[in-house]
């Protein structure tokens, strides 16, 4: 088992990659905790993850929520290994920057970015005793720019290079820091971005291997920065996306 032991946050745990990354570090081993908003269904997902699998409600946009997540994780586990921020949110409205509500930049940068920075934040001191990892899942849109998605876009370069420059604060003392950058997974995200299956295929036509990656593809490689075989890899940035951002 490649996780024997650790403990991880995951949060946006309850669904897509998150819930496929939780699914994988259980299996190889981690005491897991999932983060989420969504109270209604958080418990039970834990439960299918593993009888271990905790489930902590948390709003990642809120300081206290976010120290919550922590202080019950450490209480829970008595240590932290492993952060993996997957949650994260698309909004339609960024079409038409200039029609586009306040409100819904502020939704995407804080869920997308300030969650981020809150959980490394409060998570940090606990992963230094432990000479942990932060894990982030940012996307392939915050390399290569997409017209319809400006600030999701913004968002997520945002995220790359927040995680370098957290990778170059902590080295010596053992901290590592990666992104991972998702191209198109076949997730609720992207099936609700494109409901109308003639509207999916076209779209993934466009991508060099022709197809969506599965959230399992992007847990494995979550799984290897995690585990020690990656033990000497701090602030790399990796696409997972099919080629897409090669074009």
Do not use: H
């Amino acid at each position: 088992m490649k996780l024997k032991d650790r403990v991880a946050i995951i949060t946006g745990g309850t669904s897509g990659i998150g819930f496929a990354i939780a699914k994988l570090f259980s299996k190889e081993g981690s005491n897991v905790v999932i983060a989420s908003d969504k109270p209604e269904s958080g418990n039970n997902i834990a439960k299918s993850i593993s009888s271990d699998c905790l489930f902590i409600q948390t709003d990642i946009r809120e300081e206290n929520q976010v120290k919550n997540l922590i202080f019950e994780t450490v209480k829970k586990f008595g240590k932290l290994d492993i952060l993996v921020n997957s949650a994260g949110v698309y909004s339609f409205s960024q079409g038409d920057i200039v029609q586009m509500p306040t409100a819904d930049f502020d939704w995407i940068m804080n869920i997308n970015f300030k969650g981020v920075f809150l959980t490394t934040k409060f998570a940090i001191s606990e992963l230094l005793k432990t000479k942990g990892n932060i894990i982030n899942i940012s996307s392939s849109l915050g390399i290569v720019p997409e017209k319809e998605s400006a600030i999701y876009c913004a968002s997520k370069s945002a995220v790359i290079m927040f995680s370098k420059a957290i990778a170059l604060q902590f080295p010596e003392r053992g901290l590592r820091v990666n992104s991972i950058c998702p191209g198109p997974i076949d997730t609720p995200m992207l099936r609700r971005a494109f409901p109308e299956k003639k509207e999916y295929d076209e779209y993934l036509e466009m991508n060099p291997m022709k197809r969506a990656g599965t959230p399992e593809e992007v847990a494995g490689l979550a799984l290897f920065l995690a585990s020690d075989d990656a033990r000497y890899i701090t602030g790399g940035v990796y696409t997972i996306d099919g080629g897409e951002s090669l074009r």
